[in-house]
């Protein structure tokens, strides 16, 4: 209101402690502190402003100008606290946007190098054990195969070696049931029979005799062949099952270092995303804070508003010429009669009738 160049209200106050030399902003507001008093009604929230002045129109206009500025006031301080909040929570949020976008590019990048499928972390771990369990079943399959034809390889050779004794007592399943061995012990039981009657003919150095001892010993000789044959098609698949199994092995070792590898990247994975995740709930819980303020802002809402307006006195408050003149008339006449009475109570003289 520029009341320190407004003449109408300078006017120094008396109180004798005001410092020698002030300004006229500084006389002006401590003649208004003078002049001013507020105060709360009992179990209300209602408060009276009071202003003290010669002027009726200046004391309005300074009682309204109070209310008015001090309802601005908690307004601008309710929204510059606010609009701190939203400065603050937008700081935030840009730093937690930089750092969200660095945790997808780094989950994004992992999952790249390690080639990780989107797969949740049950199925992959299914899948791996599902590895490891198809590998060790055809293992044993494998390794059980490969003893057992071990074991016959052994056993033939073994019946093998007494062929001299017993060359038909063979008794093999892949020999007995094998159709050119069979053809093969005919022809040389037929040979013998031949050997035998011509033996019983002529002499052991007859030609006929030399030539079917030559057949004959011909007919074992690929009878032999052919179990050797049988022989070796067994130590080929003893080979065979025994190299596999020594890959089937090696696969399962390099199976579990895999899996474990793969659940080791699972960890770092996991600890990516869990970072990433983290980082995105705190962005929109930070992001739905700053609209809600930024709402609050807008809104201007203020819990103060003015009740009454202070309205021009018609009357002076202070001084009242009538009531003060007929309050002294009662109490100089009060006093007068007091006075009277006292002197006549303090008299004890005696006076004539």
């Not at 500084?26 to 208004?32: E, G, I, S, T, V």
């Not at 780094?106 to 949740?120: D, G, I, R, T």
């Amino acid at each position: 209101l520029n009341l320190h160049r407004n003449e109408a209200f300078q006017k120094p106050p008396k109180a004798s402690k005001e410092p020698k030399k002030v300004s006229d902003l500084m006389r002006a507001a401590l003649f208004l502190q003078k002049i001013t008093s507020a105060s709360v009604n009992n179990n209300s929230d209602i408060l009276n402003i009071e202003i003290r002045h010669p002027d009726p129109n200046l004391a309005a206009l300074i009682a309204n100008t109070f209310s008015s500025t001090f309802i601005e006031q908690n307004l601008e301080y309710k929204l510059s606290s606010t609009t701190g909040a939203v400065k603050w929570l937008t700081e935030q949020l840009d730093e937690l946007k930089k750092q969200l976008d660095n945790a997808e590019q780094e989950l994004y990048s992992f999952s790249k190098h390690y080639n990780l499928v989107a797969l949740p972390q049950e199925d992959r771990q299914r899948v791996a054990s599902s590895g490891i369990s198809t590998i060790n079943e055809t293992l044993i399959a494998t390794r059980l195969q490969c003893m057992d034809y071990t074991a016959n390889q052994k056993l033939l050779q073994s019946v093998i070696s007494q062929w001299d004794k017993d060359p038909f007592n063979i008794g093999w399943a892949d020999v007995m049931q094998n159709p050119t061995i069979q053809e093969l012990k005919r022809i040389v039981v037929v040979e013998q029979r031949k050997l035998v009657a011509l033996k019983e003919r002529y002499g052991a150095k007859h030609p006929q005799i030399l030539r079917q001892q030559s057949a004959l010993d011909e007919a074992n000789k690929y009878l032999v062949k052919e179990v050797n044959n049988v022989l070796n098609v067994l130590k080929m698949k003893q080979a065979k099952a025994c190299n596999y199994e020594v890959l089937l092995s090696s696969s399962l070792q390099h199976a579990k270092v895999v899996a474990q590898e793969h659940l080791k990247q699972e960890v770092e994975y996991q600890r990516h995303k869990r970072a990433r995740d983290n980082t995105a709930t705190l962005y929109q819980y930070v992001l739905k804070r700053m609209k809600e303020s930024g709402l609050s802002a807008q809104l201007r809402v203020n819990n103060i508003r003015p009740l009454d307006a202070a309205a021009v006195p018609q009357s002076p408050i202070s001084p009242r010429p009538w009531r003060n003149l007929i309050v002294s008339l009662l109490l100089g006449i009060a006093i007068g009669l007091g006075l009277a009475q006292l002197v006549d109570t303090m008299d004890n003289s005696i006076k004539s009738l």
